[in-house]
């Protein structure tokens, strides 16, 4: 098996030291930034997404894969930037005012990163006007809110709200998830998607900029 075969598996295996070595193998052969990135892995976390799907791995599994696609990403990083490698795409993500749950949250940001987006991360308990000054500064394609309790899912309306009221919403597509969250309620307050889970969201996200 080659460098970038074992660096994919170490990811999928949750092995985060030795894909942190293999990242630092694959750039002392030379390899290019961008193939170490996707072959290596954005691939693994793609395989990561399909045995989520179909029942393979669970929530733990995804965390540990996710934890060494990061050590990895981390140590590639400087080589992705120095090589002029551009992110498919960019998501401002957080979870909504009044919520400090940020597990889901966190999967979600780690798996779209692993599907080769820059995601900027606001955290938890995120008001509607930093949702806005995020828009405004990083101006991503996309926008993902997040939340765990029902009291907390009208925020997510009055994100959207906040985004009209700033001339903002038809810049960016928005995104929302968490487990109260259902795709009729994502209709019903005019978001444009909704993600089950982690795996649904990269998916999603990268259906929604290759439109």
Sequence with gaps: MSTLDDLKQSVIDGNANQAKTLVQQAMTESLPPEQILNTGLIS???????????????????????????????LLRPSLAAANVQAIGK????????????????????????????????????????FVQAVKEHQPQLVGFSALLTTTMGKMKDNIQALQEAGLRDQV???IGGAPVTEKFATDIGADMFARDASAAATRAKAAIAQ
């Design 44 to 74: 693994a976390m793609a395989e990561v997404g399909r045995l989520f799907e179909c029942g393979e791995y669970y929530v733990p599994e995804m965390l540990v894969s996710a934890r060494a696609m990061k050590m990895g990403l981390e």
């Design 91 to 130: 998501v401002v993500v957080g979870t909504v005012q009044g919520d400090l749950h940020d597990i889901g949250k966190n999967l979600v940001a780690i798996m779209l990163e692993g599907a080769g987006f820059s995601v900027i991360d606001l955290g938890v308990d995120v008001p509607p006007q930093k």
């Design 173 to 175: 597509k928005v995104m």
